[in-house]
């Protein structure tokens, strides 16, 4: 049985980055896309950038262009998000998914099957 769970959330000032990571257990990455998402309070989940089991990425929130990237180290399991240049718009819990997939990743959280307990962005000043 896959497990994820991401860690590395925290509080930022604006501007800053963090590097958030999904480490799988049980079951190899390489036949699994990821995807991350985020949910603020009072929000609905939203997709934010995915990663699929050939590296093909994909970005779901354009307001995260340009300043998050993802990555995969295979020989970890694990799965990053780099999040820079912060703005507190980005505060959420960020959670990551994985979805058996080749070739594709979706934004829709009903396509992924296995799903961390999520960590917590803060950008504040």
């Known amino acids: 049985q896959l497990q994820v769970v991401e860690s590395g959330g925290g509080l930022v000032q604006p501007g800053g980055s963090l590097r958030l990571s999904c480490a799988a257990s049980?079951?190899?990455?390489?036949?699994?896309?990821i995807g991350w998402f985020r949910q603020a309070p009072g929000k609905e989940r939203e997709g934010v950038l995915c990663?699929?089991?050939?590296?093909?990425?994909?970005y779901y929130a354009d307001s995260v262009k340009g300043r998050f990237t993802i990555s995969r180290d295979n020989a970890k399991n694990t799965v990053y998000l780099q999040m820079n240049s912060l703005k507190p718009e980005d505060t959420a819990v960020y959670f990551c998914a994985a979805q058996w997939s080749f070739y594709y990743c979706s934004g829709y959280a009903t396509e992924y099957d296995y799903w961390g307990q999520g960590t917590q962005v803060t950008v504040s000043s």
């Open positions: 990663i699929s089991n050939s590296d093909g990425v994909t």
């Open positions: 049980g079951v190899t990455l390489e036949s699994y896309a």
